[in-house]
């Protein structure tokens, strides 16, 4: 299990202190460095800034979204932040939410597994330099009955073998997006993971695998080798385990109960898989209301031990033999903390904690 770094959204004031924090994690010696966009700061100009400051950190969005960039634009992107950085790229890809993607993106929210599909054959195709030639469903290059050519990329690949791909991941977290993931993606990032509660995610993950053809010919080897299963986890390394619940209630508050309508909320319905129906429901309605403090009061324990690493650190380092036998190979750690030294302090614990693990 390797560990990552998730710089979450920019434009908080604390921009200078995040590419501090990406370099602390570069020093550690963490695997990936990873950044976010929705409707504040794009991924892909943070991304290059953070190349720019860092030596081996490899550079992931989580995500880049869908319906804000052509497939072909797409590919452009992450070749040429890829050469930049020397090979160092990760690609990761999500289709939001409807509300953003219809509300700021104007690109309707239907037919998402089909649409990614689509986009991802597209994406791949572009990125091994074949001319592009594609018709599906929702994409068809070039237009018909128009002056359109068949192009090929002309970027290529600067620290990478020439057939080597640069790793591709989707944002999943329902079933069948899951079973999608699982057959045309390299990786898996994942929100609110909770070890326990992981073995149908997994299945559906391994479901689409299978049908791929992904494993070892004879059968012998798991469908998931060599699939990179990546959980965005909360970290507070604190003695007052208070302080820890109220530092990542509201963020969790925020998902469940904000994220997306009271009839389509990902985060709820994945909430309510967990077990947690009731106190989804008390989390929305309190969020929907404008009462974010009593959704956040509201978010029980169980849901944050379970999705959070929270404590003094012997309590952590305890608890990572659980995303190891879960099947996580890369966690990747959002600090929390009152002050950016705070913040800085957990990325250097958590690498000690990896080493006392055995998992450094």
């Not at 990936?32 to 966009?37: C, D, L």
């Not at 080597?164 to 991941?169: G, T, V």
């Not at 009152?338 to 693990?357: C, K």
Request: proline share 5%; with cysteine.
């Amino acid at each position: 299990m390797r560990l990552g770094l998730n710089l979450g959204y920019w434009g908080a004031g604390n921009n200078q202190a995040n590419i501090a924090l990406a370099q602390e994690a570069d020093q550690c010696g963490y695997s990936v460095v990873w950044a976010a966009e929705a409707y504040g700061s794009d991924a892909v100009t943070v991304l290059t800034w953070v190349g720019a400051r860092t030596e081996r950190i490899h550079l992931g969005s989580a995500v880049l979204q869908i319906p804000a960039r052509t497939p072909a634009m797409t590919a452009m992107t992450a070749a040429t932040l890829d050469v930049l950085s020397g090979g160092r790229f990760r690609l990761g890809l999500g289709v939001s939410g409807p509300q953003v993607s219809e509300g700021w993106h104007g690109v309707r929210f239907d037919a998402p597994l089909g649409r990614t599909r689509e986009y991802v054959d597209i994406v791949r195709m572009a990125l091994r330099r074949e001319t592009v030639r594609y018709a599906g469903t929702h994409f068809t290059l070039p237009l018909p009955e128009g002056p359109g050519k068949a192009l090929k990329l002309t970027v290529r690949p600067d620290g990478r073998e020439e057939d080597e791909q640069i790793p591709l991941y989707l944002a999943a977290v329902g079933p069948k997006n899951l079973e999608l993931t699982g057959e045309i993606a390299d990786g898996w990032l994942a929100i609110f993971f909770s070890p326990e509660h992981s073995g149908e995610l997994r299945t559906s993950l391994t479901a689409g695998a299978i049908r791929a053809g992904k494993g070892t010919a004879d059968g012998s080897g798991s469908p998931l080798t060599g699939f990179d299963i990546v959980p965005t986890v909360p970290v507070v390394v604190t003695d007052n385990m208070d302080l820890a619940y109220a530092a990542v209630a509201p963020y969790a508050a925020l998902y469940i109960g904000g994220m997306g309508s009271r009839e389509k909320n990902f985060y709820n319905q994945l909430a309510c898989r967990m077990g947690f129906e009731k106190e989804a429901a008390v989390i929305q309605d309190h969020y929907l209301a404008g009462r974010a403090r009593d959704a956040a009061a509201a978010v029980p324990r169980e849901f944050l031990d379970a999705t959070s690493l929270l404590g003094p650190r012997e309590r952590i380092r305890d608890r990572l033999a659980a995303y190891a036998e879960a099947g996580v190979t890369t966690l990747s750690i959002s600090p929390y903390g009152l002050s950016m030294p705070m913040r800085h302090a957990m990325v250097r614990t958590m690498a000690e904690v990896f080493e006392e693990a055995g998992l450094g």
